[in-house]
């Protein structure tokens, strides 16, 4: 099935093909299903044709995007903690669009990330929304992952953001650390910890 991150746009319009080719160069940018116009399946690869992700553009009205959007809808009413997960079924309606990145071989060599990371914040930068990463989770609008979908051995630092009387406050944490874990799952802020 492949790894995937994604953007979750409430902007169902984003800046041109060549503005986003722009944005991810030295990498190529083809279309794959769709029009130069219209797009509905790009290929990032490097100029060798080593693919570094395959893009899906898939609406929220209907179809995959549709589907995709009732899934995570469903996760996330199991997540921790419970204040961020009813915080994304409320942001969820508002969704338009889902942006589908499939990390491919590419991605590790060559700076492939660095040129992926590019094409996928200026895809952000434009649909708007929120992120989402596979076995990482979701994030609020400003990019900070607000609901625990970790394996248990994760381990490192994170940028991860709270909800507290109804604002986002944002922290670095270690991820490794049961005491910082377990604060962030019930919804606190860990103490001890700078604010972003």
Known sequence: ???????????????????????????????????EDRWERMVLTHASSQEI????????????GADELQEFIEEVAHCEPKSAA???QDFFPSVKVIYAFQLLDGTDVDDGWTMLHSLYTAVW??????????????????????VWQFE??????????????????HFEMDLGDEGQRAAFRRGEVPQGLKLL
């Open 152 to 169: 248990e051995t994760v381990s490192g630092m994170w940028n991860m953001g709270s909800l507290q009387a109804g604002e986002w406050v």
């Open 53 to 64: 992700a395959v893009i899906e553009k898939n609406p929220t009205i209907d179809g995959l």
């Open 1 to 35: 099935m492949g790894y995937y991150i994604r953007v979750l746009g409430t902007n169902p319009d984003i800046g041109s093909l060549q503005s986003l080719r722009d944005n991810s160069r030295p990498a190529v940018l083809n279309v794959l299903q769709g029009t």
């Open 86 to 88: 009813s915080w994304l």
């Open 125 to 146: 930068k434009d649909a708007g929304g929120i992120l989402q990463a596979d076995g990482e989770g979701f994030t609020d609008e400003q990019g900070f992952t607000i």
